[in-house]
C-alpha cells in the first residue's frame, strides 16, 4: 500500500530525502526524528519518493521475512518436529502487529530480524566461542536500527550468560565477543548522540522527557488502576487495536505467554529464552507500550512455547491452543483489513486510498501542484505527515499550546495546519487574531486549512 502511516512519513522517508540533501550522518536537532539510528533507513534512499515509495513497505515486508526464515532456523536448533515449526511459522506469520507492519515504511521487523539471528546463535546446539562473534553482529545491527534494540542486547546477553553459566571459561570468551562487537559497530552512534543531543538513547536529550512514567499515564489518560496498568505489556498478547494507543496500538498472539513457565523445561536453551522473554517484558514495563515495541520479546517466546506444548502431556492441547491463538489472529487481521480497506487501492487508485487515510491528503496534493517550488511550508498540528506536499517543510509536534511565533512565521512561505483544532487551543490568544490578519488562506479541504504569508488582496478567494 502506498505509505500513510505518522512515523513513515515524517520518519522513515522525509529523513532519507533529507539525507540526501545534507549528507547521511546530517540530523537537525529541531527536528528530533534526524536522531534515529540509520541502518534500516539506508534502503529507503532508493525508493523514498513516488512513484517507488510502495517499495519502502516491501522492503519492510522482507524484514518479516527474513525473522521468519531466522526463526525456523531456531526451531530447527532446538530439534522441533515438524508440526510444531509449522504452528511457528503460521503464528508468526498471522501475528496482527506483524501483518500490519508489513504494510508500512517502518523498521521494526528488521529489529525483529536482528532478534530472530541473535535467538538463532543461542538456541544452537553447541556454542563455540568464536559465535560470540555473530551474537555481537546480530545485537550490533539491532542497535543500529532501532534505540529499543538496547532492551534485545540486555535480554540476549542475559540468556547467553544463563546458557553458558555451567562453562565459566566458554561464557566469558563469548560475552566479550558479544560485548565488543556491538561496541565497535554502533557505539559510535549512540556516543555522537550523547555529545550533540545530551542523550545517547531517542527520544532521550532530543524531546522533552514525560514529566511521568507510563504506568502513571496510563492511570491518569485511561484511568486504568495501577495493578492493570502494569500488566499492560501481557495484555497485548491477548487484545488491541491498530491505531488506537490505548489499546497498544496493535495485537500481539496469546501463545507465546506460555513461554512464561519455561522453567519447566529441562533445555537449558528454552530457559535461556524464557528469561531473556521476561527481562525484554521488564523493560517494557518502563516504556510507552506498543505491540510492535513488544514485538521482538514474541521470538525469545515462540520457541519454549512450542517446546512446552510438544512435552504436554495431553496431546490435544499441541494443537487446541495453537489453532485457538491462530483463529483469534485471523480474526483481529480481518477486522484490520476492514479497517485498511486496500481495494480502495486496487479498484480506485492511489489518490482514493491516500485520502481515506490522510484527511490532509486532498490539501496536500493541492499545494504539491500549484505552489511554487522554491516554497516553504510550515505544518502544525498535522502529525507531521507533510511528505506528499514534495518539498520542503517543518513541522512542530511538541508545543502546541501557543502559535507560531513571529520568526517561524517569517521563515516559511506558506502555513498547513488543523485549523479547527488551532481555533481551539489558540481561542483568546492575541498573537493568534493578529496572525489570522496577516495570512491569506489559499485552499481549504475539510479540517485543514493552507494559508499563504502575506496578506489577501480584495480579488482573492480560497480555493475549496
Not at 485457538?324 to 482514493?352: C, F, I, N, Q
Not at 498535522?382 to 506528499?388: H, M, P, Q, S
Request: hydrophobic content about 50%; aromatic content about 14%; charged content about 15%.
Amino acid at each position: 500500500m502506498p505509505p500513510f502511516s505518522r512515523d513513515a512519513l515524517n520518519s522513515h522517508l522525509v529523513l532519507p530525502g533529507l539525507w540526501r540533501q545534507h549528507g547521511l550522518l546530517w540530523r537537525d536537532p529541531w527536528l528530533a526524528f534526524t536522531a534515529y539510528p540509520p541502518l534500516a533507513d539506508l534502503p529507503y534512499l532508493l525508493f523514498a519518493h513516488r512513484p517507488w515509495d510502495i517499495l519502502a513497505s516491501c522492503w519492510h515486508a522482507t524484514g518479516a521475512l527474513a525473522t521468519l526464515l531466522l526463526l525456523d532456523r531456531s526451531m530447527r536448533n532446538t530439534g522441533a518436529s515438524d508440526g510444531a515449526r509449522r504452528w511457528t511459522a503460521l503464528l508468526w506469520s498471522t501475528m496482527p502487529t506483524v501483518v500490519a507492519l508489513c504494510g508500512w515504511a517502518y523498521v521494526d521487523l528488521w529489529l525483529c530480524a536482528a532478534t530472530a539471528a541473535a535467538v538463532a546463535v543461542i538456541t544452537r546446539p553447541t556454542i563455540r566461542a568464536m559465535d560470540g562473534w555473530w551474537l555481537g553482529l546480530a545485537l550490533g545491527a539491532a542497535l543500529l536500527i532501532k534505540y529499543n534494540a538496547a532492551a534485545v542486547a540486555i535480554a540476549a546477553w542475559l540468556g547467553i550468560g544463563w546458557r553458558l553459566a555451567p562453562d565459566p571459561r566458554l561464557l566469558w570468551a563469548v560475552v566479550w565477543r558479544a560485548l565488543l562487537t556491538p561496541m565497535l559497530l554502533a557505539g559510535w552512534w549512540y556516543a555522537v548522540n550523547l555529545l550533540q543531543l545530551g542523550g545517547p538513547f531517542y527520544p532521550l536529550g532530543v524531546a522533552n522527557p514525560p514529566a511521568i512514567g507510563p504506568v502513571a499515564f496510563r492511570e491518569l489518560a485511561y484511568h486504568e488502576p495501577h495493578w492493570w496498568a502494569l500488566l499492560a505489556p501481557l495484555r497485548a498478547f491477548f487484545y488491541g487495536e491498530t491505531n488506537n494507543p490505548r489499546l497498544f496500538d496493535g495485537m500481539l498472539t496469546p501463545l507465546p505467554l506460555v513461554a512464561l513457565f519455561g522453567w519447566r523445561l529441562r533445555d537449558r536453551r528454552m530457559q535461556a529464552l524464557a528469561l531473556a522473554a521476561l527481562c525484554y517484558l521488564a523493560f517494557a514495563v518502563t516504556t510507552a507500550i506498543r505491540a510492535r515495541y513488544l514485538l521482538p520479546a514474541t521470538l525469545f517466546m515462540l520457541p519454549p512455547a512450542m517446546q512446552l506444548l510438544e512435552e504436554s502431556p495431553k496431546r490435544w492441547m499441541r494443537v487446541l491452543l495453537p489453532a485457538a491463538s491462530l483463529a483469534w489472529s485471523l480474526a483481529v487481521d480481518g477486522r484490520y483489513l476492514m479497517w485498511l480497506a486496500p481495494w480502495d487501492y486496487w479498484l480506485h487508485g492511489r489518490d482514493t486510498f491516500l485520502a481515506r487515510h490522510l484527511p490532509d491528503y486532498p490539501l496536500q496534493r493541492w499545494a504539491a501542484r500549484h505552489l511554487p517550488r522554491n516554497a516553504r511550508l510550515l505544518l502544525i498540528l498535522t502529525g507531521g505527515r507533510g511528505y506528499y506536499l514534495q518539498r520542503d517543510f517543518r513541522f512542530r509536534m511538541g508545543d502546541e499550546g501557543s502559535p507560531p511565533t513571529a520568526a517561524e512565521i517569517r521563515s516559511f512561505d506558506y502555513l498547513l495546519i488543523r485549523q479547527k483544532s488551532a481555533d481551539r487551543l489558540y481561542d483568546g490568544n492575541p498573537n493568534w487574531r493578529r496572525l489570522r490578519q496577516r495570512l491569506c488562506p489559499v485552499a481549504r479541504s475539510g479540517r485543514f486549512t493552507l494559508w499563504r504569508n502575506r496578506p489577501c488582496s480584495d480579488k482573492e478567494r480560497p480555493e475549496a
